[in-house]
């Protein structure tokens, strides 16, 4: 899968990108992520690609000639057959249903914001998406940017290799992970369950789910909505909302 992004600080983003599981997955040739400097695409003297707001008020707006041109540069015949990212508050929120829909693209394109934000016609006119990755305000569409390929590129198979399917994971059953223990089994004084050094793997997948259970209850219970749940998670559900209303194990019929 092929990124391209636009930014006006790759370096920035580089040493992220080149770590770890990301950058062995380009070293894989699985992701190939591709940072362009929208600056060097500046035509003047002093090489502007920001200006003042039309219509007045503070702050600086992005021009939109350097940053079609980036765009064009990088994208050639592909310009209007990938997706075009506008990482903005203004875009829709970024959730795993959406990580999972980009995944099934082979290629898709950035483009990070700074300043105030960019000129209205990179979204109308470049840009085919627009993503926020949360209600909280940052300084630009970088860190957004790393998000997205983050949680795109490790639903690529062969991106995670010996650590584990993506599968595994919370946001894929919909409920929060259960306790994760290494050694030593005593630490400080405090000890890892006994359920977990038992050697029994029933009843460690039994204690695993009912704790992902009790977390996803105690503390985003909105995620049950959408979970994938047994019978006999909703008997354990049942049982914790009986003892959270302070009536253990009555429950209803
Ligand atoms: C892109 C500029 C800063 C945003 C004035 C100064 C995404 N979830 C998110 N929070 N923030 C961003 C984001 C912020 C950005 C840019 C993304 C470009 N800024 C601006 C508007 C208000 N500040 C984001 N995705």
Same mark, same amino acid.
């Given at each position: 899968m092929r990124f391209d992004v636009f930014t006006l600080i790759p370096a920035a983003m580089r040493a992220y990108l080149d770590a770890s599981v990301l950058g062995k997955a380009q070293a894989a040739g699985l992701v190939e992520i591709r940072l362009h400097d929208?600056?060097?695409?500046?035509?003047d003297r002093h090489h502007t690609t920001d200006d003042t707001p039309y219509g007045g008020g503070g702050g600086m707006v992005m021009k939109p000639e350097p940053v079609f041109a980036c765009a064009e540069a990088a994208l050639g015949e592909a310009m209007g057959r990938v997706p075009v990212i506008l990482l903005t508050p203004q875009g829709r929120v970024f959730t795993q249903q959406v990580a999972r829909d980009f995944a099934r693209e082979s290629h898709l394109a950035l483009i990070c914001g700074r300043y105030?934000?960019?000129?209205e016609r990179i979204r109308t006119h470049l840009a085919t998406d627009e993503i926020s990755v949360g209600d909280y305000v940052l300084t630009g569409g970088e860190l957004p940017a790393l998000i997205l390929i983050d949680a795109v590129a490790r639903?690529? $198979?062969?991106?995670l290799g010996d650590e584990g399917?993506?599968?595994?994971?919370s946001h894929s059953s919909g409920l929060l992970e259960y306790p994760h223990y290494t050694r030593p089994p005593e630490f400080r004084g405090w000890s890892v369950p006994e359920v977990l050094l038992s050697g029994d793997h029933a009843r460690v997948a039994a204690w695993r789910r009912e704790q992902s259970l009790r977390r996803t209850f105690e503390r985003? $219970?909105?995620l049950l909505d959408g979970a994938a749940l047994s019978r006999s998670d909703r008997e354990e559900l049942d049982r914790l909302r009986g003892r959270a209303a302070g009536e253990p194990d009555e429950g209803h019929a």
């Amino acid at each position: 899968m092929r990124f391209d992004v636009f930014t006006l600080i790759p370096a920035a983003m580089r040493a992220y990108l080149d770590a770890s599981v990301l950058g062995k997955a380009q070293a894989a040739g699985l992701v190939e992520i591709r940072l362009h400097d929208i600056r060097a695409h500046t035509t003047d003297r002093h090489h502007t690609t920001d200006d003042t707001p039309y219509g007045g008020g503070g702050g600086m707006v992005m021009k939109p000639e350097p940053v079609f041109a980036c765009a064009e540069a990088a994208l050639g015949e592909a310009m209007g057959r990938v997706p075009v990212i506008l990482l903005t508050p203004q875009g829709r929120v970024f959730t795993q249903q959406v990580a999972r829909d980009f995944a099934r693209e082979s290629h898709l394109a950035l483009i990070c914001g700074r300043y105030e934000g960019v000129d209205e016609r990179i979204r109308t006119h470049l840009a085919t998406d627009e993503i926020s990755v949360g209600d909280y305000v940052l300084t630009g569409g970088e860190l957004p940017a790393l998000i997205l390929i983050d949680a795109v590129a490790r639903l690529i $198979p062969g991106v995670l290799g010996d650590e584990g399917a993506a599968g595994d994971d919370s946001h894929s059953s919909g409920l929060l992970e259960y306790p994760h223990y290494t050694r030593p089994p005593e630490f400080r004084g405090w000890s890892v369950p006994e359920v977990l050094l038992s050697g029994d793997h029933a009843r460690v997948a039994a204690w695993r789910r009912e704790q992902s259970l009790r977390r996803t209850f105690e503390r985003r $219970p909105d995620l049950l909505d959408g979970a994938a749940l047994s019978r006999s998670d909703r008997e354990e559900l049942d049982r914790l909302r009986g003892r959270a209303a302070g009536e253990p194990d009555e429950g209803h019929a």
